[in-house]
């Protein structure tokens, strides 16, 4: 795997190829927009999609736990896909995630989703963080500098020789880095759309997961902003 | 011999009609209380057959209530059939009441029906299901004396058959005594229809009543004028010839394949029509109520032809069409038949058809396809089993009707022909995915959609549970659309969602026969307006293209091997041949000719296999993971319906170990797992089943946080619980229909050890048409992360990386734009067209 350097607000930060963010100064890692039991709260309403969603997301996040040896993990709001989301997460699922986070400090960011604290996970519940240079914060501020948010789920569609390949990406610019959603029922939204697209009126670089490495291509300025097809598969933002 | 009674004697005499003996059959049938399935030629007073006994039953004994329920798998087709039964009722005074029940019918209307049901209602499979969903179902149902489904053959077999057999059951059980009338056209299984129709699935259960077909059609067989084109489908080298046949006939239907084929030719007859002939367009995806205006006009002889889809396969009866026009390859004998059928709907007199090849092959396919009509053969395949996600929404049906218990409802699905093998097991695992999922994790017990009760009876958990059934009633899962309205004259029609992302403002494209321009995007609708410069693109549908039948492909074979039936070919297909048989080799009619050369810088295998495009795609997955695993760097492959042609990096050898048996083993697993037809499959099971929202058009906006990515669900789903029901059901709905993947097993055992292997220098005559073909597959799965590479490498550069044979041997291709090609311009046009947007399988990103 390997991450690729970016420089904001003077700090060095990697962004790894599964769609989590380091700051190897601060030893922090941030992941965004888990929507941890998204499936069970489909199913209160009377879709019953498989309930592995979590254990799913879950057993991708613990091995880069594991890798990273974090000091401090920010989860980027939207950890929860609803307030009762904690309060869901089968024992054996919220065991791994408490396991995992032995020897780091949790920092959960609310996010529209989940505005209150996860019930019965260790950590701190704040709106937003700050620290050194970087405010993490779940949904983008226009015109902020050194930002870290998510909320959008950035997802690209890179033309190639074979026709367009869509993947999840981050996307940045000097100011801030926009991460991709990282839960397994988490759909996206095409960087073209004006939400995403007004953030970056300069322009700047989308960063498209790979198994490997990312794949980086440049994002126009804001020309004439397009609105993009309405995703039927989008995750509401 | 039986007469008619008055006042019916007295009506046919005043028309100076006589009945019919097929219709005097299904009197005899329903006197004699038996099912029965009519076969008869379009034009035989089939539908009047089927509703006679029930006039005559209700005239002789009128009553309250329903009587009949009529099943047509047209809409337009049940309120046709309305106003022509109508018209004679009223005529001879019968105290008949007569209503039709669709997706369109009014609530008001709906609710009338509910408590005071006509005497005969026509309805469609999906409305069907509605009506017994009601808890008041058996009250409504419980008088029913007949079930009459027309055009059976375009319903069994699909899952809309399965869906309507499924509901005959219930109704065997609502109303045991109710006798069941198949109206179809001839069919070659007539066996399979039977025991579809069947109330035991047996297929002696139904009396077959069959009449002869009058004259044999006759055929013609069109070339364009000067080159005849070596690639193509769409059929435009011969406009001026389809438009002087046009000119010399009263009504003329010219049929075509596809909707973006329908579109082209329509719009070159109208450059060519200076005698400003009434000529009309009708597809699928125009508006409902234009459709509804050329099918007025045409009825009373207002046009002079009309250019049409499947969309006029089926149903309503033109009386004045004296010449039916098919332009591009029939696909099966049929499918033709059914076709010729709309011209001259009389059975005395022969029905005359143009036979109008695009191309080489399509000129073989077309002597072929009039051969076997001429021998009085039929193709299709036979029905496939039941699909349970059809079932999965039936039982939820069934269930909001009524508390159930799973022994009684097995017993009456298991009588229904497409479910007669439904194991026990399928069955339970389809009650428990209905119930709460039917997860290994016991994750849902709160969330449960049925309950059983202290007797072993299933309940539903509330009122909620029926109004979600509604929401995501019918199998019919369409792409997602948006609405095409032209600003200030409102909705002309829909196009595909992915087509409209290749669009940048001020782009025009053709549609519904004008050339619009694309504005902008609305919420479900894209906004146009008339005009627009530069070339109008055309959209493409999805799924649009039927695959050759494998009877028909064995004809074709059958033509192209022996020189000896080369008679009936026209001479540059003749030649083309010959020149083949000189630079390589007629492909066997039972081995397997395969080619291989180089060719810009590649090598190219080409295999002419002769099974259809759906399995000419799965082979060429199939191989090229071989040729990975043989080091041969397989690059992409286009399957055609005749071939498979594969191009790679290095010269393909040993080709005997491509095409062996047990690439359907492993590779098929592998391939599988990946597979953007898979995850298609899936998303349509998981949506017929419930487990998905069907996406309703207009409401995406308000409802998009409730939608799920039916992609991400596959993956997660695959990965923890592969044997979950919903993937069975992919995976064997797969293997039967999307992959024609028992046509290549036949395949594969019958080429075994006759493999013929031809290494030649340049391309053979045969193979050109494969490499100017559109929509080529790349070798998915590592090599899309080797596309992102090298696409992210090349990003400042131009990406003009891509194939180039169209443009190559663009001299031998007709051209598909409307307007004159610019190379240049077509280059930047294909790369945003390209189709395959690819979705990201989560395993590949080891996500």
Redesign the interface.
């Known amino acids: 795997m390997n991450a690729a350097p970016i420089h904001i607000a003077g700090e060095r930060l990697m962004l790894d190829p ?2 989590v963010l380091h700051w190897p100064a601060r030893r922090l890692l941030c992941v965004a927009d888990l929507h941890l039991e ?3 709260a ?12 979590s ?2 997301t879950l057993a ?1 996040l613990v091995p880069l736990l594991r890798r990273y040896r974090p000091r401090r993990v920010v989860f980027l709001g939207d950890s929860f896909h609803d307030r009762d989301g904690a309060a869901r997460l ?1 024992a054996q699922e919220r065991a791994m995630l408490v396991q995992a986070l032995n020897g780091a400090e949790a920092v959960w960011v609310a996010g529209n989703h989940d505005p209150v604290a996860p019930e019965g996970l260790p950590g701190q519940a704040v709106e937003a963080w700050a620290e050194g240079p970087l405010a993490f914060r779940h949904i983008p501020t226009p015109r902020a500098t050194g930002e870290i948010a998510g909320h959008l789920h950035p997802k690209a ?12 990406c981050f996307v940045t610019d000097a100011r801030r880095v926009l991460m991709p959603a ?1 839960g ?4 996206g939204l095409d960087i073209g759309d004006a939400a995403i697209a007004s953030l970056f009126p300069r322009g700047g670089r989308s960063f ?6 990312l ?4 994002l126009a300025g804001r020309g ?1 902003v ?5 995703d ?5 933002p | 011999m039986r007469t008619l009674p008055e006042p019916f004697a007295g009506w046919f005499a005043a028309r100076g009609w006589s009945p019919r003996p097929h219709q005097m059959a299904l009197l005899d049938a329903a006197a004699r209380d038996e099912h029965v399935l009519l076969l008869a030629p379009t034009g035989g007073g089939k539908t009047l057959a089927g509703f006679l006994p029930s006039l005559l039953d209700l005239a002789a004994h009128p009553r309250e209530g329903l009587h009949t329920i009529y099943i047509s798998p047209l809409k337009a087709l049940a309120v046709d059939i309305a106003r022509n039964l109508t018209a004679p009722v009223a005529e001879m005074g019968l105290p008949i009441s007569i209503e039709t029940r669709t997706g369109d019918t009014p609530v008001n209307r709906r609710q009338r029906q509910r408590e005071r049901p006509p005497n005969l209602l026509l309805t469609t499979p999906e409305s069907l299901t509605l009506l017994l969903s009601l808890p008041d179902a058996p009250e409504m149902f419980a008088g029913l004396s007949a079930i009459v489904v027309d055009e059976a053959h375009a319903l069994a077999g699909t899952k809309r058959g399965d869906q309507l057999a499924l509901c005959m059951s219930r109704l065997a059980a609502l109303a045991p005594r109710a006798r069941r009338v198949g109206l179809s056209a001839t069919v070659a299984h007539p066996q399979a229809l039977r025991a579809w129709l069947s109330p035991t699935a047996r297929a002696d259960d139904v009396r077959l009543v069959e009449t002869r077909g009058g004259a044999a059609p006759v055929f013609d067989l069109q070339l364009p004028e000067g080159h005849l084109p070596w690639g193509g489908h769409m059929g435009l080298a011969s406009a001026p010839e389809i438009y002087r046949r046009i000119e010399a006939a009263r009504v003329t239907i010219v049929f075509v394949n596809t909707r973006a084929q329908a579109e082209l030719i329509f719009a070159a007859l109208w450059r060519l029509n200076e005698a400003a002939l009434p000529i009309a367009m009708h597809h699928g995806s125009l508006e409902i109520g234009l459709r509804r205006k050329v099918e007025a006009a045409m009825a009373v002889g207002r046009l002079r032809a009309v250019v049409a889809t499947a969309s006029l396969d089926l149903g309503i009866d033109w009386g004045d069409v004296d010449q039916v026009i098919q332009v591009g390859a029939p696909k099966g004998v049929s499918r033709l038949l059914q076709r010729v059928g709309r011209a001259n709907h009389r059975m005395d007199e022969p029905s005359r058809a143009v036979l109008v090849p695009a191309n080489r092959f399509e000129v073989v396919e077309c002597v072929a396809a009039t051969e076997a009509v001429e021998a009085g053969d039929l193709d299709g395949e036979p029905p496939r089993p039941g699909g349970l996600d059809v079932l999965a929404q039936h039982v939820l049906a069934m269930a909001c009707s009524a508390p159930f218990r799973p022994d009684e409802l097995y017993a009456e699905v298991t009588h229904a022909g497409p479910y007669a093998a439904l194991s026990r097991r399928d069955f339970e695992d389809v009650v428990r995915f209905v119930e709460d999922g039917g997860y290994a994790l016991q994750a849902y017990d709160r969330f449960r959609r049925l309950f059983r009760d202290a007797e072993g009876l299933l309940h539903v958990r509330g009122t909620w549970v029926a109004r979600q059934l509604r929401m995501n009633l019918g199998t019919i899962v369409e792409t997602p659309l948006l609405k095409v309205r032209l600003r200030g004259a409102g909705v002309l029609g829909e196009v595909e969602e992915w087509f409209v992302s290749t669009l940048e403002p001020g782009d025009c494209f053709l549609f519904g026969g004008q050339v619009l321009r694309y504005e902008r995007l609305e919420p479900a609708a894209v906004i146009v307006s008339r005009g627009g410069e530069g070339e109008p693109r055309v959209p493409v549908y999805a799924g649009a293209r039927m695959p050759l039948t494998t009877y028909l492909a064995a004809r074709v074979r059958a033509i192209l091997h022996d020189p000896r039936r080369w008679k009936h070919l026209p001479e540059p297909v003749r030649e083309w041949l010959r020149l083949q048989r000189l630079k390589s080799e007629l492909p066997p009619r039972d081995g397997l000719l395969v080619e291989t050369f180089p060719r810009g810088g590649k090598w190219f295998l080409v295999a002419y296999t002769f099974e259809g495009r759906l399995a000419h795609q799965t082979l060429g997955m199939l191989v090229t993971k071989r040729m990975e695993k043989l080091g041969m760097g397989p690059l992409g492959y286009v399957g055609t319906d005749y071939v498979l042609a594969i191009w790679s990096a290095f010269e393909p050898t040993d080709v005997q170990a491509l095409f062996t048996e047990d690439i359907l083993g492993d590779e098929m697993e592998e391939w599988l797992a990946e597979s953007s037809m898979l995850r298609r499959t899936f998303r349509n099971i998981a949506t017929i089943a419930g487990l998905i929202e069907k996406s309703h058009p207009g409401a995406e906006k308000s409802g998009r946080q409730m939608t799920m990515n039916s992609d991400l669900i596959y993956d997660v789903l695959r990965r923890h619980q592969p044997d979950h029901i919903l993937l069975r059901a992919t995976r064997a709905e797969a293997a039967q229909g999307l992959t024609d993947v028992a046509r290549l097993a036949t395949l594969l055992a019958r080429v075994q050890g006759r493999i013929r292997h031809r290494v030649l220098d340049r391309v053979s005559p045969l193979a050109v048409p494969a490499l100017i073909e559109e929509g080529r597959e790349w070798v998915p799965g590592g090599a899309e992360d080797a596309l992102l590479a090298e696409a992210a490498a090349l990003v400042e550069e131009a990406t003009d990386g891509a194939e180039h044979f169209t443009e190559a041997l663009a001299e031998v291709t007709e051209s598909i734009p409307v307007r004159g090609t610019s190379i240049a311009r077509a280059k930047a046009r294909d790369r945003r067209r390209s189709r395959h947007i690819r979705g990201a399988p989560k395993m590949v990103t080891g996500r």
């Open positions: 599964a769609g998204k499936g069970s489909f199913a209160a309403r009377g879709r019953l999609v498989p309930p592995y969603d254990r799913e991708r089968p569609t890179a033309p190639t020789r074979a026709g367009g390949v869509c993947r999840p990282f397994a029922y988490t759909g498209l997961l790979g198994p490997e490495r794949y980086s291509f440049p004439p397009r609105t993009g097809a309405p039927l598969f989008a995750e509401a």
